[in-house]
């Protein structure tokens, strides 16, 4: 009789490879055809092939391209406007990519998550929250592409280019990862070690990570950023170290470890991250800074010379209708520039300007921060910012003229026994 | 009225061709002409005792095969043509059918019994021909029946319970068939005929005496006579009983506990002392017992007892007679058994229960076998020696590998040694046991290693020693071969191990290919298809010099292959078998070599040669080949990315070939999976052959005869075609989109209660929301617009896969993805969508749970671009 259908293969050689093959290509062709699912709905996609990172320098703006962020020569300087500068603010970065110069330095200076001044202490801070100690430097962009590292300050241009152990991050054919592999990473480059400090990862590998949590983004920092081996001394193929800081829950432990504990930077000031919050592009109360004396040599603004000024700066920004706005969406007015003044003075709508305020000019009404009187400075040059100063950080700067928060007020905030946070942890608010 | 078809039914089986089409065409035409005519014709020939049983019977299978068919949609079909015969056709058509039961011809009434069922199958669950059960009863009832018309009656009676659901007659009616065929088995039917026509057509009826069954009386009833057949004096009625028994034992599990000691005496005496065919039976209960409680096993996992309760432990408890019984099996082997790859005896039957026994009780089967293993190995008779290992071999699956480890290390060096026995047969079986060991046991990363550095190089010189003995040991060498390397496959640093022996292995494996002393292509096969998989398992970055030549070898043996002299049509089969092989062999290495850009750059020195070799295959137009060069294709396009575009407009047309084999669907298949692959490799490249490409997979999806399992991936690969042209695909849309909306509105019908229909729709879905994804990409940076008015039928489909309860891990996240393209590219235009259509919170809530990382990953992206959509 014939034997059951499933008893036969039992004495044969088991080997059918034809099926295995099959079913190997098709796992190739489904986890190709993912990748390239997921290289489409990359946000990034295209950085790969950004202009300033590899264009020639015939571009319009080559010349300060690698120039730190200064404070602005007093004497105004008349600036050709950007053509369409305004719509930038909506491009995607595929038309990104084709951006040139200025138009692509303003798209970049626009991708930073910006922590707004902390003017109050949260509720649930212990809870939500995460502190760590912001290491003093310049801020910046740091994108890993295509075999070449870039890294790009606030204001969009282009600090450093470099290769590095980031996965596409240099020319180095052991570790070429498939090509699509970028990564984008919110740094502060610390000028005495020569070291990028990592404070945020937005995209690792090609995945975005602009939509997860703080919670999942440092985690996966954290796991990730060491697996690559750039956190290691710099070599040939790796110019600048990176380094991860010690991110902590912002309990008592916590925030003394931050802000008093020993690390290898120098401090500036704490910066405190919601756990729940997504990587938002511009200003956000979700991501906040504060500073004090000790924890921080620029508690008060200095101007370009390192001196802090006499009276406070802020710098805002020029309306249509003469309106001095901070940079805040929808813009606070903290003035208005008078029409003979403008055409004398050949400033134009867009322009960001440079004001001192008056010890007696300024107030706090109802909670708010009232300006009375502005006085004029000077023009800035766009090239070294891209933006006012925003509502929180004037506060804060006016805050810690008259009466700063202290950290004695944020750790009174999470006291464990203290019941309403509200009460303790308001900034007095008198003058 | 009906015609005369003698003639053409016997030309039609003529040996001669032309006359045979000639008949067939003829057939054809009179069918088409006058199908109720036809159906009549043909009864009446079958009816007809004075015309040649040739004729008679191939009339039957004409009528039989006008009523059914395997394909659901075919059957329906043939199912109405017969529902519009008129009515007084039909009734002639069955009443001859009736008649022929009586003939004197058995064939006749053979034939006629199954057709007889096939009309029934269509006419009783329409309440039609509500007499015939009784008609039928009345055969076996009247005085005087005579014992053809009786034997032939049991024979429709069978057919017709396995083609009738029980809910379709009245029960009064299903207890008076049994009560028929029950009687038909008792001793006092003094004809043998017509006894074992009762009994088959018990076993057709088993599953439809279910409410019988239910019934304890009923049941004891029915399994005292099916017991008391299986020692009738004739073999072939105890062998259809014991066919009852193994039946019994896989439809009625749960209900057999009081049995199982009559039972177990019943086969233990069948084994030990009746004919084989019927000991063949016995054994073969157990396998069914075994294959039951596996089944359980694997169905409750490690649950508590709770969930086991049917789980009655038969084999367990039957452990310390069943297995002294099966041992005694396994030496009655046959002399040159194991020349014979389709052997199918006691002995290898009393093997395969053993192992199955194995993998049900684990463990515990090892002290029952070892003494026997330890006993007869050492004997100086064969048959002791051969018995011992197959034993040995037989339980390596079940038991733990703490159990196994050591006994395997204790006997290994035995093992490897006896692979120089005098008796080929012990030859053969330690080779098979090897594999099994090295299949079973070995894992690089395995806390119990059977393979150490220790004993690699004895093992792996005595194996290729032994691949130069006689073929069918060698080919089992060679499975050794291939689990012994795939145990390394996936464990980084210790696929080194195998890089000393690479050069060898390799050698031996192509002369072993080369091998004239055998006419039977398996060894070759096995050759190659063990050289694939030390292509897999090797360390790329110590061997890629070895693997790079052993490509160029690979490319030789294809070129020699297409100047090879083909005269016959075996020769073209040989040819097309080689080629298929080396295409293997080539396409593995092709995709070792991707894996990393050095030694990429070996591919692509040698891709125009590889190219013009696989054109040069298709050439000869042989469909296998097609397969396997097409795959082969696939990985190079993969590899050489956009270069690829230069092969283009040679390829295109075999292409297009592979996209039209509709017949020969896994070539389809795979064409349609080298399109996605040229598509990634050649972006928007690929623009000028996509309206060819397009057409043909258009036509496939509207092709009824296509083989359903390639169309999902058709749906895949619109997206990915869409991806790689992006705003180009627009003029594709009028035609994509309708298609993809329509297998949306497939899926909800599909049958729910169909395990393969479920894994159908899984796939469909699966292949819908990828096809949505590519396009929605596609579209995102020009004309995203065009998907506007699809967004909404999107959302809806989502929102009914989201409450399917047999979505799969795949459809979930494909899904999801689908939603955040959704939300990606159209953006603010979804807004409204989005705010009326809540479920997809709760179906992100659910992946965001999930423990599959990219999954959540997948479902984070998604739920950002919803958020941004919603607050634009």
């Not at chain 1, 509720?123 to 890294?151: H, I, K, Q």
């Not at chain 1, 101007?303 to 020029?318: I, R």
């Not at chain 2, 996605?676 to 490409?693: H, M, N, T």
Request: with cysteine; charged share 25%.
């Amino acid at each position: 009789m014939a034997p059951h259908d499933l008893r036969r293969p039992f004495k044969r050689p088991a080997i059918s490879d034809q099926q295995r093959r099959r079913e190997l290509a098709l796992l190739r062709q489904a986890q190709q055809r993912s990748d390239s699912h997921n290289r489409a709905r990359q946000l990034a996609s295209s950085l790969l092939s950004l202009p300033a990172a590899d264009q020639p320098p015939s571009s319009p703006e080559p010349i300060l391209e690698d120039q730190p962020i200064q404070i602005e020569p007093a004497s105004p300087e008349p600036e050709p406007e950007p053509p369409e500068a305004a719509p930038t603010r909506d491009l995607n970065v595929v038309q990104a990519s084709k951006l040139r110069g200025l138009e692509a330095r303003r798209w970049f200076a626009r991708q930073l998550m910006l922590p707004e001044w902390m003017i109050d202490v949260p509720p649930y801070l212990d809870r939500d929250w995460y502190v760590f100690a912001r290491p003093a430097g310049m801020r910046c962009f740091v994108v890993s592409s295509n075999g070449t590292t870039v890294s790009r300050l606030r204001n969009g241009s282009v600090l450093h280019q470099f290769p590095s152990l980031l996965p596409s991050g240099a020319r180095r054919k052991d570790l070429s990862g498939p090509a699509h592999s970028y990564c984008i990473l919110d740094c502060i480059f610390h000028e005495p070690d020569q070291t990028y400090y990592v404070i945020d990862m937005v995209c690792w590998r090609g995945y975005s990570l602009y939509d997860c949590t703080a919670e999942f983004r440092f985690f996966w920092l954290n796991s990730k950023l060491a697996e690559t081996g750039a956190c290691g001394p710099p070599a040939a193929y790796h110019k600048y170290r990176f380094s991860v800081i010690p991110i902590y829950d912002c309990d008592q432990m916590g925030l003394q470890a931050a802000y008093a504990g020993v690390v290898p930077h120098v401090k500036d000031g704490l910066l405190f991250y919601n756990k729940h919050a997504h990587y938002q592009t511009g200003n956000t109360p979700l991501a906040l800074v504060w500073k004090d004396e000790f924890s921080s040599q620029y508690f008060l603004d200095t101007d370009g010379t390192g001196q802090v000024p006499a009276q406070q700066q802020v710098v805002l920004e020029l309306q249509d209708d003469g309106k001095l706005t901070t940079s805040d969406d929808p813009p606070v007015v903290f003035g208005c520039m008078d029409g003979e003044f403008l055409q004398k003075s050949n400033l134009r709508p867009g322009n960001l300007l440079r004001f001192a305020i008056g010890d007696e000019s300024a107030r706090l009404h109802d909670g708010r921060l009232e300006i009375l009187d502005l006085q004029f400075v000077a023009k800035v040059n766009p090239r070294s910012r891209a933006f006012a100063d925003s509502y929180s950080k004037v506060f804060f700067q006016y805050a810690a003229r008259h009466s700063p928060l202290r950290i004695e007020d944020l750790i009174a905030s999470i006291q464990p026994n203290l019941g309403d946070n509200s009460k303790t942890t308001d900034v007095d608010m008198d003058d | 009225m009906a015609m005369e078809i003698t003639q053409i039914l016997l030309s039609a089986q003529s040996p001669d061709g032309k006359i045979r089409t000639a008949a067939e065409e003829n057939l054809k035409q009179f069918q088409e002409q006058n199908l109720p005519h036809f159906f009549l014709s043909l009864s009446v020939e079958l009816s007809n005792d004075q015309k040649p049983p040739e004729s008679r019977r191939l009339a039957g299978i004409i009528l039989k095969n006008s009523l059914d068919a395997k394909d659901s949609i075919r059957k329906e079909e043939l199912t109405q043509r017969w529902v519009s015969v008129s009515s007084s056709i039909k009734v002639q058509i069955k009443e001859s059918l009736l008649r022929t039961l009586g003939s004197s011809v058995s064939e006749a009434r053979h034939t006629s019994s199954q057709v007889i069922a096939k009309v029934a199958s269509i006419e009783i669950p329409r309440r039609e021909w509500q007499d015939l059960i009784r008609q039928l009863l009345n055969n076996m009832t009247q005085q005087q029946a005579p014992a053809p018309l009786k034997q032939a009656t049991l024979e429709a009676l069978g057919y017709i319970c396995e083609e009738v659901s029980p809910q379709d007659l009245e029960q009064e009616q299903v207890n008076a068939v049994l009560t028929a065929v029950v009687q038909g088995m008792n001793q006092t039917e003094h004809n043998f005929e017509v006894r074992l026509a009762a009994v088959r057509a018990l076993y057709n009826a088993l599953l439809f005496a279910q409410t019988n069954f239910d019934n304890e009386m009923e049941r004891n009833f029915i399994m005292k006579v099916v017991c008391e057949t299986t020692v009738s004096k004739e073999l072939e009625i105890r062998q259809a009983a014991f066919e009852c028994l193994v039946s019994i034992a896989s439809m009625y599990y749960d209900i057999l506990e009081p049995y199982m000691q009559a039972l177990f005496t019943l086969t233990a005496n069948a084994v030990r002392g009746d004919d084989e065919p019927v000991a063949l039976q016995a054994v073969e209960f157990w396998s069914s017992i075994c294959d039951e409680e596996i089944e359980l096993q694997e169905e409750y996992g490690g649950a508590d007892e709770g969930n086991s309760s049917v789980h009655s432990h038969f084999i367990e408890k039957a452990l310390p007679l069943l297995v002294p019984m099966l041992l005694e099996t396994l030496l009655k082997q046959e002399e040159d058994q194991d020349q014979d790859d389709g052997i199918w005896n006691l002995s290898m039957a009393g093997g395969t229960c053993l192992g199955l026994v194995a993998r049900t009780v684990g463990d515990a089967v090892v002290p029952l076998v070892m003494p026997f293993v330890e006993s007869n190995i050492t004997k100086s008779d064969w048959r002791s020696r051969e018995a011992a290992t197959f034993a040995f071999g037989s339980i390596l699956e079940g038991p733990s590998l703490e159990k196994l480890t050591p006994l395997v290390h204790a006997g290994l060096d035995f093992l490897l040694n006896a692979m120089k026995d005098q008796n080929s047969h012990v030859k053969d079986t330690t080779a098979w046991t090897l594999g099994r060991i090295f299949e079973i046991l070995h894992s690089a990363s395995s806390a119990y290693p059977v393979i150490t550095p220790a004993n690699l190089p004895r093992i792996m010189s005595m194996l290729l020693e032994s691949i130069r003995d006689i073929p069918n040991v060698a080919e089992k060498v060679c499975g050794a071969i291939y689990f012994l390397a795939q145990g390394y496959e996936d464990s980084g640093p210790n696929l080194s191990v195998l890089t000393p022996f690479l050069g060898d292995i390799i050698s031996a494996l192509l002369s072993t290919a080369d091998r004239a002393d055998t006419n039977n292509s398996r060894l070759r096969s096995s050759a190659y298809e063990t050289l694939n998989e030390i292509v897999r398992s090797t360390n790329i970055s110590e061997t890629s010099n070895m693997i790079a030549h052993l490509l160029h070898e690979i490319m030789n043996r294809l070129s020699r292959t297409v100047e090879l002299e083909i005269v016959s049509s075996d020769d073209r089969e040989r040819q097309s078998d080689l080629q298929a092989l080396l295409c293997g062999v080539v396409q593995v290495i092709v995709q070792k070599l991707s894996g990393s850009d050095e030694t990429k750059s070996i591919i692509l020195q040698s891709a125009d040669q590889m190219m013009i070799l696989f054109l040069q295959i298709f050439a000869c137009r042989s469909s296998t080949v097609h397969e396997e060069a097409m795959l082969a294709i696939g990985a190079l396009a993969y590899a050489t990315g956009p270069e690829f575009a230069k092969y283009m407009p040679e390829f295109y047309k075999y292409l297009e070939m592979g996209l039209q084999n509709f017949e020969e669907y896994q070539v389809c298949s795979i064409s349609v999976g080298v399109v996605g692959d040229i598509c990634r490799a050649l972006d928007e490249k690929v623009l000028p052959f996509c309206d060819g490409i397009m057409s043909q997979l258009l036509k496939d999806l509207s092709n009824s005869m296509l083989h359903r399992s390639v169309k999902p991936p058709i749906f895949s690969c619109f997206g990915d075609i869409a991806l790689a042209i992006g705003e180009h695909f627009e003029k594709y849309v009028p035609y994509a989109l309708p298609m993809l909306e329509g297998a949306a509105e497939l899926c909800a019908h599909l049958d729910a209660s169909d395990e393969d229909m479920l894994d159908y729709g899984n796939q469909l879905r699966r292949g819908i929301f990828e096809a949505y994804s590519g396009i929605l990409q596609g579209f995102k940076n020009a004309k995203a617009e065009l998907m506007i008015p699809y967004a909404n039928h999107l959302l809806r489909f989502t929102e009914l896969v989201f409450k399917d309860t047999n979505r799969d891990e795949g459809v979930t996240k494909a899904a999801v993805a689908a939603m955040g393209d959704l939300a990606d590219t159209l953006g603010p235009n979804t807004k409204v969508l989005f705010k009326d259509c809540t479920f997809y919170i709760d179906f992100l809530g659910e992946c965001l749970q999930s423990d599959d990382d990219q999954l959540k990953e997948t479902a984070t992206w998604t739920k950002g671009m919803i958020a941004r959509v919603l607050v634009s």
